[in-house]
Nanobody, 123 residues
Framework: QVQLVESGGGLVQAGGSLRLSCAAS????????MAWFRQAPGKDREFVAG????????YYADSVKGRFTISRDNAKNTIYLQMSSLKSEDTAIYYC????????????????WGQGTQVTVSS
């Protein structure tokens, strides 16, 4: 089993920045593709960003492209989401997810999920 624990969420003003972390433990991390999803109240869980196992390929939702950056540090078993120019519509619970085979933009069939961390952006 792989355990994923998100951290770094909080309250930030619009235009500000925040960095989320997701620490993995329990099994081999380096072979997993990783992604960030978010879910706002009353909305479906949506893809935010993804990174393949080597870190050589990254993927972003159009809504965050140019503002968010996903990265990974395999030596620390951790992925990050650097968020800048935050908007009120970025308010959501942010989840990290891991999959053995691919980065998927839909939330179905990921192997592992974290518990989420709340990000609230005030206008």
């Amino acid at each position: 089993q792989v355990q994923l624990v998100e951290s770094g969420g909080g309250l930030v003003q619009a235009g500000g920045s925040l960095r989320l972390s997701c620490a993995a433990s329990g099994r081999t991390f380096t072979n997993y593709n990783m992604a960030w999803f978010r879910q706002a109240p009353g909305k479906d869980r949506e893809f935010v960003a993804g990174i393949n196992w080597s870190g050589g390929n990254t993927y972003y939702a159009d809504s965050v492209k140019g503002r968010f950056t996903i990265s990974r540090d395999n030596a620390k078993n951790t992925i990050y989401l650097q968020m800048s120019s935050l908007k009120s519509e970025d308010t959501a619970i942010y989840y990290c997810a891991a999959d053995r085979w691919a980065v998927k933009t839909g939330p179905l069939n990921y192997d592992y999920w974290g518990q989420g961390t709340q990000v609230t952006v005030s206008s």
